[in-house]
């Protein structure tokens, strides 16, 4: 059975620093690998797609990483500012996500950039 | 692209009461729907998955039930709630035949009383 793991579980920066955000998964047979951001009490926004066949994507400030042989993924954000902080999720896609949707989600990074 | 409304956003109900929490989408046809139960501290749960008018998985069983009575309409309902039923309720999307990106609503927020 996958098991996503997101470390750290919270992290506070000072604005302006270039961090990185970490999800690893067991198992390595996976379709993709997708990134969101959830603000306090809304939903989730999507923020990058990875196909199993892909190492990264790129999108503003942000650029995800792939490497399925070590079973990890990686979430670099660039210059962080104030409205960053948020809830970070990564969710997998696998043969062994249990569940119909084959979806796994870690339980987030709670991340707070200080002004 | 793509729009999913969830609505009401916040709803306080007594224990046995009913519940009805609605989802539409907009924007694409036949997708594929989900909702999902976040509780606090824990991960997302699927709850329920549809392919398509009235075909629904049931991932946990549990008094609560669902619904596709359109292609872009999917509720949650139950008849009687139960205090263990309090949670942020999520519906999401993806697109039929698509790369299997999920898009989520806004959420809805029961509390059971």
């Known amino acids: 059975k996958q098991e996503v793991t997101q470390i750290p579980a919270a992290l506070s920066v000072p604005e302006g620093e270039n961090l990185v955000l970490n999800c690893s998964f067991t198992d390595s047979a996976i379709y993709n690998l997708q990134w969101f951001r959830q603000d306090p009490g809304k939903g989730l926004t999507s923020l990058l797609l990875i196909q199993s066949s892909q190492r990264e994507q790129t999108s503003g400030r942000l650029n995800a990483s792939l490497d399925k042989s070590s079973g990890r993924s990686t979430l670099y954000i660039a210059a962080s500012q104030p409205g960053d902080s948020a809830t970070y999720l990564c969710?997998?896609?696998?043969?062994?996500?249990?569940?119909?949707?084959?979806?796994?989600f870690g339980k987030g990074t709670h991340l707070i950039i200080q002004p | 692209s793509q729009t999913i409304h969830q609505w009401p956003a916040t709803l306080v109900q007594p224990v046995g009461s009913p519940l009805s929490l609605e989802c539409t989408v907009e924007g694409t046809s036949n997708p594929n729907l989900y909702w999902y139960r976040q509780a606090a501290g824990r991960g997302l749960q699927l709850l329920f998955y549809s392919v398509g008018i009235g075909q629904i998985s049931s991932e946990v069983p549990q008094n609560l039930s669902a619904s596709r009575p359109q292609d872009r309409q999917f509720i949650l309902s139950s008849k009687k709630l139960l205090l263990s039923d309090s949670g942020f309720y999520l519906c999401?999307?993806?697109?039929?035949?698509?790369?299997?990106?999920?898009?989520f609503g806004e959420g809805s927020r029961l509390t059971v009383l």
């Open positions: 999401a999307c993806s697109l039929a035949g698509g790369p299997g990106e999920l898009f």
């Open positions: 969710a997998v896609r696998s043969y062994s996500g249990g569940g119909a949707d084959g979806l796994t």
